[in-house]
């Protein structure tokens, strides 16, 4: 997209599960970015499969980090090039899951934002941390079933609601916060370009639904991205210095029904006794965005 590069800077050939979210949104941020670019990469599912020793799927330069401090490394690559007169126009971008983004690696994240470097943090967000066996995250949407929030005989699946990271985002004075989808790949890659063109500490939250996690054939993952949007429970839009400035409107919302049906983590609502209320329970969180944001107006 901003120095059209005869190759692909991810190239094939990496261990992604078959229609893999990680993968597609990874491709769409280097489209956006190019290859002037630095990735920082904390651990998970993008790491794992993209670099199994001895090869590797980055044709940028490419740091695995821990964990925890993607947002550190991130700030230190930034703060180096500075002393060594190397910065310039290259790209400082972390790209990190759900896991590594909301749960594990927020403290480091905060430093970095509160510092303001100079960096365009991505967060991959499919909702649980699918590369150690779908535990459930900050990132868990209200009443999915994972491995450690099971839907048993008196459990409807995950008790609490999604992280709102982009407002603790938005909180640490970013200048340019925005949610998108990799079932919208112009909007991704637009999004991702202007935050990498603007200065400061940028974030963006990518919903990345995952086949085998959320359980759904794996020819439907933009199907699936696409239908959140729709339903309402994953509303895009942007947030500059603090101030809402876009927001994609969808006409005529679907019910959260059509979303829910299309996805075994959440079978079990229409099992239990009970279920029908804790699917009005997201219903409710859908209309919920559509009142705060606007969207069907």
């Known amino acids: 997209m901003s120095d059209n590069k005869p190759f692909n800077l991810l190239t094939a050939g990496h261990n992604g599960c078959a229609g893999c979210c990680d993968a597609l949104a990874a491709k769409y941020v280097l489209m956006a970015v190019g290859s002037d670019c630095i990735v920082v990469n904390p651990t998970g599912c993008l790491e794992v499969m993209t670099t199994p020793f001895p090869r590797t799927a980055w044709n940028v330069p490419w740091i695995h980090s821990l964990f925890e401090n993607g947002g550190a490394v991130a700030s230190g690559i930034e703060a180096a090039l500075i002393a060594q007169g190397r910065k310039g126009n290259t790209k400082i971008i972390a790209m990190g899951g759900d896991g590594s983004t909301m749960d594990i690696g927020i403290g480091a994240l905060s430093g970095a934002f509160e510092r303001n470097h100079d960096l365009t943090y991505v967060c991959i967000d499919n909702e649980a941390y699918m590369n150690t066996g779908v535990q ?37 004075g970013s200048p340019y916060v925005a949610t998108t989808s990799i079932g919208y790949a112009n909007d991704m890659m637009k999004k991702v370009k202007k935050a990498a063109d603007t200065v400061g500490a940028c974030y963006i939250h990518a919903h990345a639904p995952c086949p085998t996690g959320w359980g759904f054939d794996s020819s439907k993952t933009i199907e699936m991205a696409k239908l959140a949007v729709d339903c309402c429970l994953w509303p895009l839009y942007e947030i500059e210095n603090g101030e809402i400035t876009s927001v994609k409107k969808v006409k005529d919302p679907k019910p959260v029904e059509e979303y829910l049906k299309a996805q075994s983590r959440f079978k079990h ?29």
């Open 136 to 172: 459930r995250s900050s990132g868990t949407p209200f009443g999915a079933s994972t491995s450690t929030s099971p839907a048993g005989k008196k459990s409807y699946g995950n008790n609490t609601n999604k992280k709102d990271m982009p407002a603790i985002m938005v909180g640490h």
């Open 269 to 297: 609502l229409y099992k239990m006794e009970g279920g029908d209320k804790e699917i009005e329970k997201i219903q409710q969180l859908a209309d919920k965005n559509i009142a705060k944001y606007g969207l069907d107006k």
